[in-house]
Protein backbone atom coordinates (compact mmCIF):
# COMPACT_ATOMS: atom_id res chain seq x y z
CA UNK A 1 0.00 0.00 0.00
CA UNK A 2 2.89 2.27 1.11
CA UNK A 3 4.65 1.37 -2.43
CA UNK A 4 1.62 2.54 -4.46
CA UNK A 5 0.57 5.23 -2.66
CA UNK A 6 3.58 7.33 -3.33
CA UNK A 7 4.40 6.08 -6.73
CA UNK A 8 1.09 8.21 -7.88
CA UNK A 9 3.09 11.24 -6.43
CA UNK A 10 6.35 10.60 -8.06
CA UNK A 11 4.97 10.14 -10.89
CA UNK A 12 4.30 14.15 -11.59
CA UNK A 13 5.23 15.68 -8.25
CA UNK A 14 8.76 16.31 -9.40
CA UNK A 15 8.32 16.58 -12.92
CA UNK A 16 5.06 18.29 -13.52
CA UNK A 17 6.83 21.93 -13.29
CA UNK A 18 8.85 21.49 -16.15
CA UNK A 19 6.33 19.80 -17.89
CA UNK A 20 4.04 23.41 -17.01
CA UNK A 21 6.68 25.51 -17.70
CA UNK A 22 7.88 24.03 -21.20
CA UNK A 23 5.30 22.34 -22.94
CA UNK A 24 2.30 24.56 -21.06
CA UNK A 25 4.50 27.70 -21.02
CA UNK A 26 2.70 28.41 -17.54
CA UNK A 27 4.80 31.19 -15.32
CA UNK A 28 6.56 31.12 -12.34
CA UNK A 29 3.37 31.94 -10.10
CA UNK A 30 1.06 29.90 -12.34
CA UNK A 31 3.52 26.51 -11.74
CA UNK A 32 3.39 27.10 -7.81
CA UNK A 33 -0.18 27.96 -7.56
CA UNK A 34 -0.73 24.42 -9.51
CA UNK A 35 1.31 23.11 -6.71
CA UNK A 36 -0.58 25.53 -4.22
CA UNK A 37 -3.78 23.15 -4.77
CA UNK A 38 -2.13 20.56 -2.70
CA UNK A 39 -1.94 22.88 -0.14
CA UNK A 40 -5.49 24.24 -0.38
CA UNK A 41 -6.86 20.88 -0.43
CA UNK A 42 -5.16 19.62 2.79
CA UNK A 43 -6.43 22.63 4.84
CA UNK A 44 -9.44 21.32 4.85
CA UNK A 45 -10.00 17.78 2.92
CA UNK A 46 -7.74 15.58 5.67
CA UNK A 47 -9.42 16.77 8.37
CA UNK A 48 -12.87 15.93 6.60
CA UNK A 49 -12.37 12.60 5.52
CA UNK A 50 -10.40 11.68 9.17
CA UNK A 51 -13.38 12.43 10.25
CA UNK A 52 -15.71 10.46 8.37
CA UNK A 53 -12.68 7.44 8.56
CA UNK A 54 -13.00 8.12 12.38
CA UNK A 55 -16.66 7.77 12.70
CA UNK A 56 -19.00 6.30 9.98
CA UNK A 57 -16.88 4.61 7.52
CA UNK A 58 -13.94 2.09 7.80
CA UNK A 59 -10.79 4.30 6.70
CA UNK A 60 -9.38 1.74 4.20
CA UNK A 61 -12.70 2.25 2.17
CA UNK A 62 -12.88 6.08 2.22
CA UNK A 63 -8.94 5.64 1.68
CA UNK A 64 -10.36 3.67 -1.67
CA UNK A 65 -12.71 5.86 -2.65
CA UNK A 66 -10.45 9.12 -2.37
CA UNK A 67 -7.97 7.58 -4.75
CA UNK A 68 -10.60 6.63 -8.01
CA UNK A 69 -11.68 10.06 -7.69
CA UNK A 70 -7.87 11.63 -7.90
CA UNK A 71 -7.17 9.21 -10.78
CA UNK A 72 -10.07 10.42 -12.46
CA UNK A 73 -9.03 13.89 -12.27
CA UNK A 74 -5.70 13.11 -13.25
CA UNK A 75 -6.69 11.40 -16.29
CA UNK A 76 -8.88 14.60 -17.05
CA UNK A 77 -6.17 17.12 -16.63
CA UNK A 78 -3.93 15.40 -19.19
CA UNK A 79 -5.79 16.56 -21.69
CA UNK A 80 -6.11 20.24 -20.86
CA UNK A 81 -3.75 22.73 -22.14
CA UNK A 82 -5.43 25.88 -21.01
CA UNK A 83 -4.39 27.04 -17.77
CA UNK A 84 -7.84 27.43 -16.02
CA UNK A 85 -8.75 23.58 -16.77
CA UNK A 86 -5.55 21.74 -16.01
CA UNK A 87 -5.55 24.07 -12.05
CA UNK A 88 -9.55 22.96 -11.97
CA UNK A 89 -8.63 19.57 -12.44
CA UNK A 90 -5.53 19.24 -10.79
CA UNK A 91 -7.43 20.60 -7.38
CA UNK A 92 -9.74 18.03 -8.10
CA UNK A 93 -7.14 15.61 -7.93
CA UNK A 94 -5.25 17.08 -4.79
CA UNK A 95 -8.91 17.38 -3.02
CA UNK A 96 -9.17 13.73 -2.83
CA UNK A 97 -5.55 12.58 -3.04
CA UNK A 98 -3.82 14.51 -0.26
CA UNK A 99 -6.02 12.95 2.30
CA UNK A 100 -5.17 9.33 1.17
CA UNK A 101 -1.63 10.31 2.68
CA UNK A 102 -3.07 10.72 6.01
CA UNK A 103 -5.22 7.83 6.03
CA UNK A 104 -2.55 5.62 4.70
CA UNK A 105 -0.91 6.75 8.01
CA UNK A 106 -3.63 5.93 10.16
CA UNK A 107 -4.71 2.49 8.17
CA UNK A 108 -0.98 1.27 9.11
CA UNK A 109 -1.24 3.10 12.68
CA UNK A 110 -4.78 1.07 13.14
CA UNK A 111 -3.16 -2.34 12.53
CA UNK A 112 0.08 -2.32 13.88
CA UNK A 113 -1.85 -1.42 17.27
CA UNK A 114 -4.32 -4.17 17.01
CA UNK A 115 -1.81 -6.70 16.27
CA UNK A 116 0.06 -5.18 19.25
CA UNK A 117 3.24 -4.12 17.36
CA UNK A 118 5.44 -1.36 18.53
CA UNK A 119 4.34 1.80 16.63
CA UNK A 120 7.82 3.79 16.75
CA UNK A 121 9.56 1.04 15.62
CA UNK A 122 7.78 -0.79 13.20
CA UNK A 123 6.10 1.77 11.50
CA UNK A 124 9.53 2.95 9.48
CA UNK A 125 10.66 0.05 7.76
CA UNK A 126 7.29 -0.26 6.27
CA UNK A 127 7.01 3.40 5.68
CA UNK A 128 10.29 3.08 3.55
CA UNK A 129 8.11 1.38 0.97
CA UNK A 130 6.43 4.64 0.04
CA UNK A 131 9.95 6.35 -0.67
CA UNK A 132 10.86 3.44 -2.82
CA UNK A 133 7.85 3.65 -4.78
CA UNK A 134 7.90 7.27 -5.06
CA UNK A 135 11.54 6.32 -6.78
CA UNK A 136 10.67 3.82 -9.08
CA UNK A 137 8.17 6.46 -10.62
CA UNK A 138 10.71 8.85 -10.50
CA UNK A 139 12.69 6.80 -12.71
CA UNK A 140 9.89 5.56 -14.78
CA UNK A 141 8.85 8.57 -15.94
CA UNK A 142 12.66 9.43 -16.56
CA UNK A 143 13.58 7.05 -18.77
CA UNK A 144 10.27 6.82 -20.74
CA UNK A 145 11.16 10.44 -22.01
CA UNK A 146 8.15 12.02 -20.00
CA UNK A 147 9.50 14.61 -17.79
CA UNK A 148 8.09 16.83 -19.85
CA UNK A 149 5.45 14.85 -21.04
CA UNK A 150 1.49 14.52 -20.03
CA UNK A 151 1.85 10.73 -19.90
CA UNK A 152 3.58 11.16 -16.20
CA UNK A 153 -0.26 12.11 -15.47
CA UNK A 154 -1.78 8.74 -16.78
CA UNK A 155 1.12 6.61 -15.42
CA UNK A 156 0.06 8.46 -11.85
CA UNK A 157 -3.56 7.34 -12.79
CA UNK A 158 -3.38 4.22 -12.76
CA UNK A 159 -1.43 3.58 -10.26
CA UNK A 160 -4.19 5.21 -8.91
CA UNK A 161 -6.20 3.41 -9.88
CA UNK A 162 -4.56 -0.23 -8.90
CA UNK A 163 -4.50 0.90 -5.12
CA UNK A 164 -7.83 1.85 -4.90
CA UNK A 165 -8.51 -1.82 -5.60
CA UNK A 166 -6.04 -3.14 -3.61
CA UNK A 167 -7.38 -0.92 -0.58
CA UNK A 168 -10.06 -3.51 -0.58
CA UNK A 169 -7.95 -6.42 0.24
CA UNK A 170 -6.34 -5.07 3.48
CA UNK A 171 -7.19 -5.57 6.94
CA UNK A 172 -10.19 -3.45 8.01
CA UNK A 173 -9.67 -0.26 9.74
CA UNK A 174 -13.09 0.37 11.59
CA UNK A 175 -14.52 3.68 13.25
CA UNK A 176 -14.42 3.80 16.75
CA UNK A 177 -18.75 3.76 17.51
CA UNK A 178 -17.95 4.80 21.78
CA UNK A 179 -21.49 6.19 22.99
CA UNK A 180 -19.27 9.34 24.60
CA UNK A 181 -18.71 9.98 20.73
CA UNK A 182 -21.11 9.54 19.40
CA UNK A 183 -22.64 12.47 22.04
CA UNK A 184 -19.78 14.49 21.86
CA UNK A 185 -20.34 18.37 20.55
CA UNK A 186 -16.64 18.33 19.55
CA UNK A 187 -17.14 15.26 17.97
CA UNK A 188 -20.20 15.88 16.11
CA UNK A 189 -18.15 19.45 14.67
CA UNK A 190 -15.25 17.61 13.50
CA UNK A 191 -12.96 19.54 16.11
CA UNK A 192 -11.80 16.19 18.00
CA UNK A 193 -8.04 17.14 17.63
CA UNK A 194 -7.59 20.69 17.94
CA UNK A 195 -7.69 20.01 21.93
CA UNK A 196 -4.21 18.92 21.00
CA UNK A 197 -3.49 22.47 21.03
CA UNK A 198 -4.16 23.02 24.70
CA UNK A 199 -0.35 21.47 24.93
CA UNK A 200 1.84 24.13 24.75
CA UNK A 201 3.90 21.85 23.20
CA UNK A 202 1.87 20.68 20.40
CA UNK A 203 1.04 23.85 19.86
CA UNK A 204 4.33 25.25 19.43
CA UNK A 205 4.90 22.06 17.09
CA UNK A 206 1.68 22.42 15.02
CA UNK A 207 2.85 26.27 14.64
CA UNK A 208 6.34 25.18 13.39
CA UNK A 209 4.89 22.74 11.47
CA UNK A 210 3.20 25.44 9.11
CA UNK A 211 6.29 27.55 9.03
CA UNK A 212 8.31 24.32 7.90
CA UNK A 213 5.74 22.85 5.72
CA UNK A 214 6.42 25.95 3.39
CA UNK A 215 9.45 24.65 2.33
CA UNK A 216 8.60 21.54 1.89
CA UNK A 217 6.83 22.19 -1.84
CA UNK A 218 9.66 24.69 -3.00
CA UNK A 219 12.14 22.18 -4.51
CA UNK A 220 8.74 20.19 -6.14
CA UNK A 221 8.20 22.80 -7.91
CA UNK A 222 11.35 24.03 -9.36
CA UNK A 223 13.83 21.68 -8.96
CA UNK A 224 12.79 20.34 -12.80
CA UNK A 225 12.88 24.03 -14.33
CA UNK A 226 15.76 24.95 -12.57
CA UNK A 227 17.86 22.11 -13.90
CA UNK A 228 16.30 22.51 -17.14
CA UNK A 229 17.53 26.16 -17.38
CA UNK A 230 21.27 24.88 -17.98
CA UNK A 231 19.96 23.30 -21.18
CA UNK A 232 21.59 26.06 -23.40
CA UNK A 233 24.99 26.04 -20.91
CA UNK A 234 25.36 22.57 -20.23
CA UNK A 235 23.40 20.72 -23.08
CA UNK A 236 24.99 17.21 -22.57
CA UNK A 237 25.40 17.09 -18.94
CA UNK A 238 23.55 14.48 -16.79
CA UNK A 239 21.49 16.68 -14.54
CA UNK A 240 19.84 18.57 -18.06
CA UNK A 241 19.27 15.21 -19.90
CA UNK A 242 18.30 13.01 -16.90
CA UNK A 243 16.54 15.81 -14.31
CA UNK A 244 14.36 12.81 -12.07
CA UNK A 245 17.58 10.60 -11.96
CA UNK A 246 19.55 13.52 -10.33
CA UNK A 247 16.41 14.61 -8.48
CA UNK A 248 15.57 10.88 -7.30
CA UNK A 249 18.69 10.90 -5.19
CA UNK A 250 16.83 12.97 -3.05
CA UNK A 251 14.42 10.26 -2.56
CA UNK A 252 17.26 7.14 -2.12
CA UNK A 253 18.27 9.35 0.62
CA UNK A 254 15.07 9.39 1.92
CA UNK A 255 15.46 5.62 2.68
CA UNK A 256 18.55 5.65 4.75
CA UNK A 257 16.87 8.48 7.01
CA UNK A 258 13.58 6.75 7.86
CA UNK A 259 15.90 3.69 9.06
CA UNK A 260 17.64 6.12 11.31
CA UNK A 261 14.29 8.04 12.48
CA UNK A 262 14.16 5.69 15.69
CA UNK A 263 17.81 5.72 16.85
CA UNK A 264 18.07 9.63 16.57
CA UNK A 265 14.44 9.46 17.86
CA UNK A 266 15.17 7.85 21.23
CA UNK A 267 18.83 9.68 21.10
CA UNK A 268 18.31 13.41 20.64
CA UNK A 269 14.27 13.44 21.18
CA UNK A 270 12.18 14.85 19.05
CA UNK A 271 12.93 18.77 19.67
CA UNK A 272 16.46 18.14 18.37
CA UNK A 273 15.54 15.95 15.43
CA UNK A 274 13.55 18.39 14.38
CA UNK A 275 15.77 21.35 14.58
CA UNK A 276 18.27 18.85 12.47
CA UNK A 277 15.42 18.81 10.28
CA UNK A 278 15.32 22.63 9.32
CA UNK A 279 19.43 22.95 8.97
CA UNK A 280 19.36 20.42 6.48
CA UNK A 281 16.59 22.54 4.81
CA UNK A 282 19.18 25.20 4.50
CA UNK A 283 21.29 23.44 3.03
CA UNK A 284 19.53 21.72 0.77
CA UNK A 285 18.95 25.81 -0.48
CA UNK A 286 22.36 26.96 -0.28
CA UNK A 287 23.95 23.88 -1.72
CA UNK A 288 21.31 24.43 -4.90
CA UNK A 289 22.02 27.86 -5.47
CA UNK A 290 25.92 27.31 -5.41
CA UNK A 291 25.86 23.85 -7.90
CA UNK A 292 25.27 23.39 -11.37
CA UNK A 293 24.73 19.93 -13.28
CA UNK A 294 28.14 20.19 -14.66
CA UNK A 295 31.52 20.93 -12.62
CA UNK A 296 29.62 21.47 -9.52
CA UNK A 297 27.26 18.58 -9.62
CA UNK A 298 29.04 17.29 -6.78
CA UNK A 299 27.06 20.09 -4.76
CA UNK A 300 23.66 19.41 -6.50
CA UNK A 301 24.27 15.83 -5.25
CA UNK A 302 24.92 16.74 -1.59
CA UNK A 303 21.98 18.67 -1.85
CA UNK A 304 19.86 15.66 -2.75
CA UNK A 305 21.49 13.28 -0.36
CA UNK A 306 20.78 16.32 2.65
CA UNK A 307 17.12 16.23 1.12
CA UNK A 308 16.78 12.83 2.99
CA UNK A 309 17.27 14.32 6.54
CA UNK A 310 15.49 17.54 5.79
CA UNK A 311 12.47 16.11 4.44
CA UNK A 312 12.22 12.72 6.90
CA UNK A 313 13.19 13.93 10.43
CA UNK A 314 10.35 16.20 10.44
CA UNK A 315 7.68 14.60 8.07
CA UNK A 316 7.99 10.78 9.45
CA UNK A 317 9.13 11.95 13.13
CA UNK A 318 6.17 14.49 12.80
CA UNK A 319 3.76 11.61 11.80
CA UNK A 320 5.00 9.75 14.59
CA UNK A 321 4.54 12.20 17.02
CA UNK A 322 1.17 13.40 16.49
CA UNK A 323 0.18 9.28 16.80
CA UNK A 324 1.88 9.30 20.09
CA UNK A 325 0.19 12.44 21.44
CA UNK A 326 -3.15 11.73 20.18
CA UNK A 327 -5.90 9.29 21.76
CA UNK A 328 -6.98 6.23 19.57
CA UNK A 329 -10.35 7.93 19.30
CA UNK A 330 -9.25 10.58 17.36
CA UNK A 331 -6.38 9.08 15.78
CA UNK A 332 -7.33 9.41 11.68
CA UNK A 333 -8.37 13.40 12.71
CA UNK A 334 -4.80 14.18 14.73
CA UNK A 335 -2.72 13.29 11.08
CA UNK A 336 -5.36 14.78 9.33
CA UNK A 337 -4.47 18.21 11.78
CA UNK A 338 -0.65 17.79 11.24
CA UNK A 339 -1.16 17.13 7.04
CA UNK A 340 -3.65 20.49 7.83
CA UNK A 341 -0.44 22.19 9.08
CA UNK A 342 2.47 21.29 7.04
CA UNK A 343 0.54 20.31 3.68
CA UNK A 344 -2.00 22.57 3.75
CA UNK A 345 -1.17 26.28 5.18
CA UNK A 346 2.27 25.70 5.01
CA UNK A 347 2.15 24.59 1.28
CA UNK A 348 -0.25 27.18 0.35
CA UNK A 349 2.16 29.44 1.81
CA UNK A 350 5.29 27.80 0.27
CA UNK A 351 3.88 27.73 -3.61
CA UNK A 352 2.54 30.83 -3.44
CA UNK A 353 5.75 32.47 -1.78
CA UNK A 354 8.06 30.70 -3.90
CA UNK A 355 6.65 31.63 -7.40
CA UNK A 356 6.79 35.04 -6.13
CA UNK A 357 10.17 35.17 -5.51
CA UNK A 358 11.09 33.13 -9.10
CA UNK A 359 9.08 35.68 -10.84
CA UNK A 360 10.78 38.50 -8.79
CA UNK A 361 14.29 37.29 -9.74
CA UNK A 362 13.23 36.59 -13.67
CA UNK A 363 14.23 39.32 -15.56
CA UNK A 364 12.07 40.35 -18.72
CA UNK A 365 13.72 38.02 -21.33
CA UNK A 366 12.59 35.45 -18.83
CA UNK A 367 16.24 34.53 -17.51
CA UNK A 368 16.39 33.25 -14.02
CA UNK A 369 19.09 34.40 -11.27
CA UNK A 370 18.67 30.83 -9.69
CA UNK A 371 21.50 31.44 -7.13
CA UNK A 372 19.43 34.24 -5.44
CA UNK A 373 16.34 32.44 -5.88
CA UNK A 374 17.81 29.66 -3.64
CA UNK A 375 19.38 31.92 -1.50
CA UNK A 376 16.63 33.36 -0.38
CA UNK A 377 15.14 30.09 0.49
CA UNK A 378 17.93 29.51 2.47
CA UNK A 379 17.74 32.74 4.28
CA UNK A 380 13.80 31.65 4.85
CA UNK A 381 14.91 28.65 6.10
CA UNK A 382 17.74 29.57 8.54
CA UNK A 383 15.48 32.54 10.12
CA UNK A 384 13.11 29.72 10.97
CA UNK A 385 16.11 27.23 12.59
CA UNK A 386 16.80 30.21 14.84
CA UNK A 387 13.66 30.83 16.29
CA UNK A 388 12.94 27.19 16.95
CA UNK A 389 15.86 26.95 18.82
CA UNK A 390 14.64 29.68 20.64
CA UNK A 391 10.99 29.27 21.43
CA UNK A 392 10.95 25.52 21.42
CA UNK A 393 12.75 24.24 24.43
CA UNK A 394 10.83 21.06 25.46
CA UNK A 395 14.32 18.86 25.40
CA UNK A 396 11.97 15.62 26.97
CA UNK A 397 12.13 12.50 24.78
CA UNK A 398 8.72 11.20 26.82
CA UNK A 399 6.78 13.57 24.46
CA UNK A 400 7.13 11.00 21.82
CA UNK A 401 7.20 7.34 24.01
CA UNK A 402 3.76 7.93 26.08
Known amino acids: MNFFQFFVWGSWLISLGGYMGNQLGFSGLQIGSVYSTMGIASVFMPGLLGIVADRWVNAERVFALAHFI ?42 LT ?36 ANQLYLAAGAGLFLGCYAFTVPPSPPYLDETRKKSLMSSLGLDAFVLFRKKNIAL ?23 DDFKTKYPDSFGVKHPNLLLSISQISETL ?19 FSIVAWVLRFALF ?48 LFMIMTNGFGA ?55
Not at 257 to 275: A, M, S, Y
Open 70 to 111: AAGALIAAAGMTDFASFYTYMLVHSLFYMPTLALSNSVCYNV
Open 114 to 149: RRNFDVVKTFPPIRVWGTVGFIVAMWAVDLLGWTKS
Open 205 to 227: FFVFSLLLGAALQITNAFGGPFL
Open 257 to 275: FILLIPFFLTRFGIRNVIL
Open 289 to 336: GLGNPDDRLYLLILSMIIYGMAFDFFNISGSLYVEKMAEPTIRSSAQG
Open 348 to 402: IIGSYGSGWVVDHFTDSGGVRDWPNIWFTFAGYALALAVLFLLVFRDRRIEDIKR
